[in-house]
């Protein structure tokens, strides 16, 4: 009697439409053509490598098994004073703060802990590519709501518009990826009047606080006390300290929230590397890595945006991120009537410099002839990729 053959059991797939992100795809189309990599947002450099050696002091000091759950008590308590130094807001390190294993993980952790099958969650496109798949997994129903072409300003009318009886939360994300807009102060406090008659909880996505520029100041959630009430606000150690691969971020947010939002993150990842988070607590004694970062990286889109204004790209603002949009119309390749994937992957193969389209931002593909370059790398790796950017 012969055995039946060995079968994989097929299922319907909780992300039907998802496949490898643009950002995966890009990196490794880079690598085969060895193209300068602007695509994917992550630096080229090393961190201080004093924070390393935090790390190894961590270790050797033996903090080695499980901190507790919502995080190493010493990094919530770094959190609460940066957080009440910065923008205003006294938060308890112990019932309002928690340490994730980044950003990501934070927002799908906030979105499962809020939303009911069918509650609908609102995204201003374009956004990170995360967003929606993590609103589908909670069983909720995104509602794209796009920023203004061209500008990518809040559009207040089309936000409430879109607002419903069954609205159970708003995500923005400012400093803004992917493209490089920062909200106001008059921003945030309209927003905080249209929510202030409705239940909608806010998350704020703010892994780029650090980075604005030209004398702006990061108008986080916090610092309006209508928002920071019905918030969860998203930080990341990993953007800000130069440490992508530690993924290591927080959330602050109310008790209440914060309660709900534990209880999923004790089941899905129930705790964060714990050397890592002894040495960033350490680390954080010394405000001045933060507080320097929007000249270092000023210094870098300054550098990037003065080489690409000799060629024909049409630079975007660039009020804030590690990123800069460009528009590619006036260029004077053939190739510029291209599909903006398409062109990113010619630039990619022909020109050797990744970008990413911002396309692939948007749900339904929206095509403005705009790509997004990345900047957080070493000064001679941009000279080197503007060097291959002259050509067009």
């Known amino acids: 009697m012969t055995s039946p ?8 797939s909780r992300l039907p439409n998802v496949g490898t992100t643009i950002f995966s795809v ?21 961190c201080d490598p004093a924070l390393v050696d935090a790390v190894t002091q961590a270790m050797r000091a033996g903090h080695n098994q499980y901190p507790p759950m919502p995080g190493a008590p010493a990094l919530r308590q770094a959190m609460a004073a940066k957080i009440q130094a910065l923008y205003g807001l006294a938060c308890d390190p112990n019932t309002e703060i928690t340490v994730t294993a980044g950003a990501t993980q934070a927002i799908l952790t906030a979105l499962l802990a809020v939303v009911q099958p069918g509650d609908e969650v609102i995204v201003l496109e374009p956004c990170y590519d995360s967003y929606v798949p993590n609103i ?21 009318d089309r936000i409430a518009a879109a607002l419903t009886p069954r609205t159970r939360a708003l995500l923005i994300n400012s400093p803004h990826n992917p493209s490089g807009t920062v909200w106001s102060a008059a921003d945030m406090q309209r927003l905080q009047d249209l929510l202030a008659p409705t239940d909608v909880l806010l998350i704020s996505d703010e892994v780029y606080e650090h980075m604005v520029f030209d004398g702006q100041a990061h ?9 920071a009430a019905r918030a969860f606000i998203i930080s990341s150690f990993g953007k ?8 290591v971020g927080t959330v602050v947010a109310p008790a209440a929230l914060t309660a709900e939002f534990r209880k999923v993150h004790q089941f ?7 050397p890592m988070q002894h040495a960033l607590a350490s680390y954080m004694a010394n405000p001045a890595p933060y507080v320097e970062l929007p000249a270092f990286y000023q210094r870098k889109r300054d550098l990037f945006r003065e080489g690409l204004a000799g060629t024909r790209f049409r630079l975007l603002p660039g ?32 020109i050797g410099v990744a970008a990413i389209p911002l396309s692939a931002f948007y749900g339904n593909g929206f095509d403005q002839k705009v790509v997004r370059f990345c900047f957080a ?13 002259a050509r067009l």
């Open 5 to 12: 053959a060995p079968r994989t059991p097929t299922f319907p």
């Open 26 to 46: 890009m990196s490794a189309l880079a690598t085969e053509h060895n193209a300068v990599n602007l695509g994917q947002g992550f630096p080229d450099f090393d």
């Open 136 to 156: 589908e997994l909670a069983g909720g129903v995104p509602v794209r709501v796009p920023l203004t072409p061209g500008s990518f300003r809040p559009d207040f």
């Open 240 to 247: 800000t300290y130069h440490v992508t691969g530690w993924k």
């Open 319 to 350: 009020e804030g991120t590690y990123f800069q949009c460009v528009e590619i119309s006036n260029l004077a390749v053939p190739e510029r009537d291209l599909p903006e994937g398409d062109f990113c992957q010619w630039l990619t193969k022909e």
């Open 268 to 274: 899905n990842v129930f705790t964060v590397n714990t």
């Open 377 to 389: 790398k070493k000064d001679d790796t941009l000279r080197e990729a503007l060097k291959r950017l």
């Open 219 to 227: 108008q986080s959630a916090a610092r309006f006390p209508g928002l």
